[in-house]
């Protein structure tokens, strides 16, 4: 049983599209974590929600708590954004998503 | 700041053996939490320790251990290695404000251990 759900696993946009990444959790949580992580690169911490939407730049994250649902949107998306997408809950351990690999083509 | 320092970067060790792993956290972050990454099961959590004391553990059998040190640096030790423990293995260290469990994971760039 996989305590967190992500889709897609596999994106390919172009160059300036909107991008949309879901997470489900089955779980309680004290917040919800979105990770970024590149090729050979470490791990990047994108945001952290306990609720409602943040916003850093090109990046949108949002949270649904009833629905236990979570999404990670990027705007005008860049060939820089090719990376695998984490989200992992927080609960009384962390649990984590397969990740979504995407990949921007110029 | 320093970020999360992790060392050894590389370990290649045979099964059997046991391996220790260094996580150095940035300064002021009192919580340090493990975790193991593998292409066929991702990223899965470990434990996590804040002021010396296991707070959570993950799924993972005894052979995984881990400790933290009065200055947070924590350490995390496999014994018995066997084939399938062959991964990345990922610190983060996380800085809590009284009163609040939730904060940001920064994450080292972690040891890749190779069991032969």
């Known amino acids: 049983k996989n305590e967190v759900e992500q889709s897609p696993q596999n994106l390919t946009a172009q160059e300036g599209e909107f991008i949309t990444i879901n997470c489900s959790y089955s779980v309680g949580i004290s917040a919800l974590h979105w990770l970024q992580q590149h090729p050979g690169g470490g791990i990047v911490s994108l945001f952290m929600l306990s609720s409602g939407k943040k916003k850093h730049g090109r990046l949108i994250a949002t949270i649904n708590i009833q629905e236990k649902h979570s999404s990670l949107h990027i705007t005008a998306s860049h060939p820089r954004d090719s990376a695998v997408y984490i989200c992992?809950?927080?609960?009384?351990?962390?649990?984590f998503g397969t990740g979504t690999s995407l990949t921007v083509i110029p | 700041k320093a970020g999360v320092t992790q060392t050894p970067r590389y370990l290649i060790k045979t099964r059997g053996q046991q391996v220790t792993l260094s996580c150095s956290p940035i300064s002021g972050h009192r919580s340090v939490s493990w975790y193991q990454q593998t292409p066929g099961q991702g990223l899965q959590f470990l434990f996590e320790y804040f002021s010396e004391t296991q707070r959570n553990k993950g799924n993972f059998p005894g052979r995984f251990s881990g400790r933290q040190f009065s200055n947070s640096r924590s350490e995390m030790n496999v014994s018995t290695l066997e084939l399938g423990d062959s991964a990345l293995y990922l610190c983060a260290s996380r800085e809590e404000d009284p009163g609040s469990y939730n904060s940001p994971l920064h994450f080292g760039n972690g040891t890749r251990l190779t069991v032969t």
């Open positions: 992992a809950a927080h609960g009384n351990q962390f649990y």
